[in-house]
Structure formats: structure tokens, C-alpha cells
């Protein structure tokens, strides 16, 4: 038996070691390039063959894009106050994509104030605001790994590249984000600059710049109990004052019922992901209740019992963490903002893969805390880290037909587990605080003699 269990765990010593050895920085960034290579090779080709948004590959040339680029036409043509009216956006849905299936709709359900920058797009051909929105997308993606880079204090500077190359290459990024037309690189730029400033001390700048993320409300449900938790006063602050900015900024756009109509859009979505029979693909989101959806099914109430549950497990561990990491170390507090986006894609009602994009800043901060903690030996960057960081890597590409064939995401598996492991740094940082606390035993020696 002992024979058995050697040869296992040398065989998977040997596995690893092969797998380790081809994670070098020239290998991953030369696999980052083949990937970008083939996409912006795919891209080209969908514009190319384009015709009434319909490209070769069959879905529509920046898929989700168009209901920004519809309802920025609503806002120009018809009225700013109906952006939300699901029969008008359906009509010119239609109108706008006449291969698409009848009774096809993408409706806007994104904040009033984040129509703005499609008002403008909306007075171009479809195709050429989409070629417009790419840069833009790109732009603020590279913006926003550049201002959580210059927080970060204990990464090589060889890792840069590698780390960007990455991020891009990164599926839910460059193909769900980016390729369709999805808006998450803004969220992503938004918890960067709130992380950035937060680093900076600007408090009430990192609050501001976190009301940006009200764009998209389920961004933020954990990030707000974790800025009271955790005593970020100026920073709670800086996100009222942001708001409040906000909420005239969206009034002046699309009045008062355009803002009453958004508060009813967010209701019907949210009692729509909470029902038996959602019009939501699951298999395209990782948070927990689409997860249990697809696997349950029509039982709603074993559903929300699962859900509770897993709560109720999770919920009591991040309030512990949150509360009882010191304050005053910034890299221990880099590590509550990488748990806490980490959670907030599993804990939620509905997030889209798309916005899984938010896990390149966690996993950039959790690296660099345990890279800051290496003098001590249980924040090394163990194979388990590694092998964990690769999956969250690779599974998103094949996710997907996954869940639709099996019913299981398996993306949100992964995340859970890159979540866990977060949580137990915790422990580990309150196991090392007790042993710093405890006196050498020369100097208790010493203090008995006195």
C-alpha cells in the first residue's frame, strides 16, 4: 500500500512539475498572443461579412451591443423617457437587425445615467458604433488593470506584461466583454480607480468613483455592507455624495419617468431571476441562484433553500473577515476587496460571465498580498494557488456548452474555490498574528529570572 500510495504521489509530483515548468512567463505570454491573434482574426472576418448586423459566424456583430445601440436610439428619435419600454425596444430591435428571430429583444436595463456615452454611438451605422465602442471597451480595461498596477507594490516588473496579456486573453473579457459588445470592462475600471484612490488615501474619491458602479446595482451588493463592516466612513461618504450626483445627472437625462420606469425594470428583473421560469439564459451566469437554477430546475423552493444555505455559510465568514482585518495595513485590506469581488460574482441573484472580468483585480490583489507575505512560509505561492489560478483561467472557455449540456456551471465551482481559499489567508493571517503575539522563550526565560 505504501508502495501504491509513493508512486501516486510521485506521479503527481511529475505532473505538476511538467505543468509548472510551462508556466513561464515566454510560454504564457506566447499562448496570450495566439489568442489574441485568432480573435482579432474572427473579429475582422465578422465585420467583413456583416450584412444588416448579421455576420458569417451567425449572431449578431457585437451581440449585446445592440441594446445600448437601440436604446440610444430611442433616446434620439423617440423620447429619453422610454429607453426602458420594453415593446418600443423590441420594435426597432427589429427594425435595426431585421435577420434577427421575431420577437427577439436585448432590453436595456442598465442605469439612466450610462446612456450617455450610446446617445452619441446611436447616430452612427450599427457596425461603425460598435468599431467605436471596441477602443473604447479596450481603453477602459487597460486603464484599469494600469491604476490597480500602481497599487500593487510587490509584483516583479517582468510580470507586468505577462499579467496584462493575460487579462486580455481572458475569455470572459475578450469574448463575452469585448467580442460581445458587453459593458463590463467599465465596472472593472470603476473598482480599479475606487481600489487606486482608496491606496492613495482620497477616501472620499474611492467612494465617488464606487457610485460609478450603481451603473450596475448587483456589482455592489457586497461591496457596500463590506465599506460599513469594515468602518470605511469617508469612503460610504464619497458614495452618497456620488449617488446623489448621479441620481440629477439621470434625472436631467430622461426625467422623471424615465427614472420611475428603471426602478420598475430592476423589480421585473429581479422578481423574473427569483422565478420558476426565468427568460435568462443560466448557463450563461455563475452567480449561486442561476447555478442551483440550472441544476433544480422548476423546484423554486429546494432552489431557494440551497441558496440560503450557502449563505448562511459564506455571509457569517466574510462579516468575521471583514470586521477583524487591521485597518491601518494596506496590504490586508487589498485582500477584503479581492474576497469581496470575489463573493460578489457567486453571491448574487444574476451575473453574467461577462462580468467575471472583475476577477482579474482580485486575483491581482491576492497575489500580490501573498507575494508581500512571503517571509512568512504559509503565503508562498503553493501549487495549489497556481493550479487554482489556472482554472479560473481555462474553465470559462468550455463552461459553458458544459452547463447547457450537463446543467452544471462549473465557473461558479471554480470561483467558490478561489473564494475559499481566499477566506482561509484569514485564518492563516490570525493563526501568524498569535504566534507574533507570543513572547520568544528566551525572553520569558529572562523575565523569570528577574
Not at 429607453?83 to 439612466?112: C, K, M
Not at 463590463?184 to 482608496?198: K, Q, Y
Request: with cysteine.
Amino acid at each position: 500500500m505504501s508502495l501504491i500510495l509513493s508512486f501516486k504521489h510521485s506521479m503527481s509530483s511529475r505532473w505538476w512539475e511538467a505543468i509548472d515548468r510551462r508556466l513561464n512567463h515566454d510560454d504564457i505570454r506566447s499562448v496570450c498572443l495566439l489568442v489574441l491573434t485568432i480573435y482579432s482574426i474572427i473579429l475582422a472576418i465578422s465585420f467583413a461579412t456583416q450584412r444588416s448586423g448579421r455576420t458569417v459566424f451567425g449572431p449578431q456583430l457585437g451581440a449585446d451591443f445592440g441594446a445600448y445601440y437601440v436604446a440610444g436610439a430611442i433616446f434620439n428619435h423617440v423620447t429619453p423617457g422610454r429607453i426602458y419600454d420594453r415593446d418600443l425596444h423590441r420594435a426597432i430591435y427589429q427594425e435595426v437587425f431585421p435577420t434577427a428571430p421575431s420577437g427577439e429583444e436585448l432590453p436595456y436595463v442598465n442605469a439612466p445615467f450610462f446612456i450617455l456615452p450610446f446617445i452619441a454611438l446611436a447616430r452612427l451605422p450599427y457596425a461603425w458604433a460598435y468599431l467605436v465602442w471596441l477602443p473604447i471597451s479596450l481603453g477602459l480595461f487597460i486603464s484599469g488593470f494600469n491604476l490597480i498596477w500602481k497599487s500593487l507594490g510587490a509584483m516583479p516588473l517582468d510580470a507586468r506584461q505577462t499579467a496584462l496579456l493575460l487579462g486580455l486573453s481572458f475569455m470572459p473579457f475578450l469574448v463575452e466583454c469585448l467580442a460581445g459588445g458587453q459593458t463590463s470592462a467599465f465596472g472593472f475600471f470603476c473598482f480599479a480607480l475606487a481600489i487606486n484612490c482608496e491606496r492613495r488615501s482620497r477616501q472620499i474619491m474611492s467612494g465617488a468613483a464606487l457610485a460609478l458602479c450603481s451603473y450596475k446595482p448587483t456589482l455592489l451588493l457586497l461591496a457596500l455592507p463590506m465599506l460599513a463592516i469594515t468602518r470605511r466612513f469617508l469612503t460610504m461618504v464619497g458614495f452618497v455624495i456620488g449617488c446623489l450626483i448621479l441620481t440629477v445627472v439621470s434625472l436631467l437625462i430622461v426625467g422623471w419617468q424615465g427614472c420611475f420606469e428603471y426602478i420598475k425594470m430592476l423589480l421585473f428583473f429581479a422578481d423574473n431571476s427569483t422565478s420558476a421560469s426565468s427568460g435568462l439564459k443560466s448557463w450563461k451566469y455563475v452567480d449561486v441562484n442561476s447555478f442551483f437554477r440550472l441544476i433544480l430546475n422548476h423546484h423554486v423552493y429546494l432552489r431557494w433553500f440551497l441558496v440560503a444555505v450557502v449563505s448562511l455559510l459564506v455571509l457569517p465568514l466574510l462579516f468575521r473577515f471583514w470586521h477583524r482585518v487591521d485597518r491601518k495595513i494596506k496590504n490586508d485590506q487589498s485582500l477584503v476587496w479581492a474576497v469581496t469581488l470575489t463573493w460578489t460574482l457567486v453571491l448574487n441573484i444574476y451575473l453574467g460571465i461577462y462580468d467575471t472580468t472583475l476577477i482579474v483585480l482580485s486575483v491581482l490583489l491576492t497575489t500580490n498580498f501573498l507575494r508581500r507575505s512571503a517571509n512568512k512560509p504559509q503565503f508562498e505561492l503553493t501549487p495549489v494557488y497556481k493550479l487554482t489560478i489556472l482554472l479560473l483561467y481555462l474553465v470559462p472557455w468550455a463552461t459553458q456548452p458544459i452547463a447547457q449540456l450537463t446543467g452544471v456551471q462549473l465557473y461558479t465551482i471554480t470561483l467558490v474555490l478561489f473564494g475559499i481559499y481566499q477566506l482561509s489567508l484569514f485564518k492563516m493571517m490570525g493563526e501568524s498574528s498569535a504566534v507574533a503575539r507570543e513572547p520568544a522563550p528566551i525572553i520569558s526565560a529572562a523575565a523569570g529570572i528577574e
